[in-house]
């Protein structure tokens, strides 16, 4: 006796039954509650790297402020630079942070002060979105030994220093 | 014909075997991927079928012998899923195939070591508590673990140290910290979280932890010390104590055994070691005290300690390495020179403004005068958590205050587990035959049950108050309890004109509660640590209310002025118990400080000189011991008022002075590397139950 699989059903009802069954294990895959969403935005980490050029004099302290001019980033940590006066992890400002501010200040009562061209700290960010942020530097103040303000430049590298 | 059937048949086949693959593909999610595999609990159900098995022993080796396994061994995988906000991701690796690998007794966990640093200058406290996270395990996990720290502390720095390097966490809202952690620990950063569960329970979380590899968390706080009867206090919780949550509570502190994560349904959750485990966690302690003036005398129930003197006024103190298992409170006492003890100002001042600290002390005459009958109400905890030696202190403790009233007295005693009972229906008067009946009746309690602390406060304070007498409520407890809110709203309800007197029992109690009740019941709190006498602990009790207090206290700041300052309603002054204000200045002349009390129809009062020249006290930890005083005073007055949303005001609070708080995070990430693969296990740290607690009567196991 051969098994009449498809006895029983109309073609309408067949095809009924075929598109909800093509359909039942794609509806299976939608978690619960989910509804069409839009895409989300991209999310990375990444340091920047600061840098200050006190020429011959030795650095004792500083104070700068970042910004991303374009792009939308959040800090998420901040460490010391690469000299042994600077290598603690600097101090944020937090009450600066609340207006999308970042305030990053250290100083150093060490005898050893860094001369030239030195990293003094390091960023690290969350950056959202696909576009690489373009950063704003300004430097407060830097100032030597004896609490005298001196001319210094500072600068930015990206990225992965180890 | 025949080919339309056979279309049908193939159409219908088709379509079954796609409906069975769609039924199939939760489970084959499931076991997706490794990690996935590891988050399923080891409990109740067996592996569902044969292709799960396959896939699982080809992403999971070590398990590829489990049909060798006797079937209660079987590892499960099935189980309902919960979203990680629930906790199912807190597995264990020792819940799992490598609990093979360790050895009964010693659970090899991912914290390592605790290291802290106490310096004490005046009667401020600077601590750094080191937590160095180590994985012990082949593959990367996530080390998660619920510690104390003093309810007072503000905590102000948190540092990441991987190696040599140095990140200094950033305070974040709460949400927004908990949301770029979760993004970094699943992109394969290291990265690490600090949440505040309650004033003196933390969360600390350390993502992406490499085999063999160590990650320290720095935290350091200030806090103002204790001081009662010429003894400074300070203390160090090392352990959180196992809370109840009555029934229905979601938003407690649940106790669960290791490895059973998510078993309390509570939203922090505490897993403990079994009495007969050990983990490898050890602490070290070490406190640098710069009193200003001559130490007399050091004095520690709680540990064994070495100290060694640098000059009169400096005492460095170390935990004997002997004692260096974290299960119960530091708990160190000094007393300086007697004659010295003045009410003592500390100011500090920077762009922010003024801040200061004023340690007030009462009058000495107090100590002439006697005291006016009382209605003495002791409420004592004998829930589950007490058994043994907690209760047994309590015992002897209410037993010396019941032989200590005088015949003037009234007096009740409750007790309270999960309901409320009384030695009788009225306070009776303390007449040797009722204080005769009421001490074979404390003899008589025994601990069992929950800690529904709500009906042993409706019971102590919902009668009427006798007039003539002053009412004193005494709270014997551990506080361990998860609904601390609820608890502290009852009290601001139902207090009348009770005072309350919280008396902590044990060696790791829930200081926040307790410290809480005291201040909200314009009382005083003392500790009964299992190493203390509790009679000597109820004398100075006595002592102190055997003299009338400075009421109605009221400051004239002279030219300070004075803003802000906490506590907001100025508690009554009691004889040895000085209270520590906190509040914001300007100015910088020279003035007075008068203090003003009412002592019965009289007022007495109190001046104190206050000058801003160099040789003045100053701290810098003032600013931020003010700030937290005031998210204290936000979140205590949201306790008393359940309209009231303190949440903005403690967020910017916490944001300004960059404070932990129940709203703000610290957050660290290195994204200078990822590290390989997924973000591996979750591990979260057990710890042993305080000492003199018992497992079975109070861990969910």
Known sequence: ?162 | MKTKRTFTILAVVICMLLVLLGLLTPSLNRVGSLNRVRKFSTSGLHLADVREAELLAELHPELATLGAVAEDEIWVIAKPERSEAEGTEYETPGSGAMLAKIKEKDVPLPLKHTDVKGHVCGYIATVEVTQQFQNPFSEKIEAVYVFPLPQSAAVNEFIMVIGQRRIRGIIRERQEAEQIYAEARRQGYVASLLTQERPNIFTQKVANIEPGKQIDVNIKYFNTLAYADGWYEFTFPMVVGPRFNPPGYTEGVGAVGRGKAGLSGQTTEVQYLKPHERSGHDIALAVDIDAGVQIEEIACTSHAIKNSRAAPERVHVQLSPLDNIPNKDFVLRFKVAGETIKSALVTHRDERGGFFTLMLYPPDDLRQLTRAPMEMVFVLDCSGSMSGEPLDKVKGAVKRALRKLEPDDTFQVIRFSDRASQLGADPVPAMPENVRKALRYVDSLQSSGGTMMIEGIKAALDFPHDPRRFRLVSFMTDGYIGNEVEILGAIHEHLGESRIFSFGVGSSVNRYLLDRMAKLGKGAVAYIGLHDSGTEVVDRFYDRISHPALTDVRIDWGDMEVSEVYPRQIPDLFVGRPIVLTGRFQGRTDTTITVGGGLGEARRGIRIPVTFDDAAATHPGIACVWARKRIEDLAGRAACDSDLDVSGEIKHVALQYGLMSAYTAFLAVDSSRTTEGDHGVTVVVPVPVPDGVRYDTTVQD
């Open chain 1, 1 to 162: 006796m051969k098994a009449n699989v498809g006895a029983g059903f109309k073609p309408a009802q067949t095809g009924v039954l075929v598109t909800l069954c093509l359909v039942a294990p794609l509806l299976g895959s939608i978690p619960a509650g989910r509804t069409s969403k839009a895409p989300e935005q991209r999310v990375r980490f990444a340091p920047v790297h600061i840098y200050l050029d006190s020429g011959a004099t030795p650095l004792a302290a500083y104070q700068f402020e970042l910004k991303a001019k374009t792009g939308q980033i959040k800090i998420v940590g901040v460490e010391g630079g690469a000299h042994p006066a600077f290598h603690a992890a600097p101090y944020y400002d937090p009450a600066a942070l609340m207006h999308d501010r970042i305030i990053i200040a250290a100083f150093s009562t060490g005898a050893d002060l860094p001369t030239g061209r030195t990293r003094i700290a390091a960023i690290h960010l969350q950056i959202l979105g696909d576009a690489e942020p373009e950063y704003e530097l300004k430097l407060a103040v830097a100032a030597d030994a004896q609490g005298h303000s001196l001319d210094a430049t500072s600068s930015i590298e990206r990225g992965v220093r180890q």
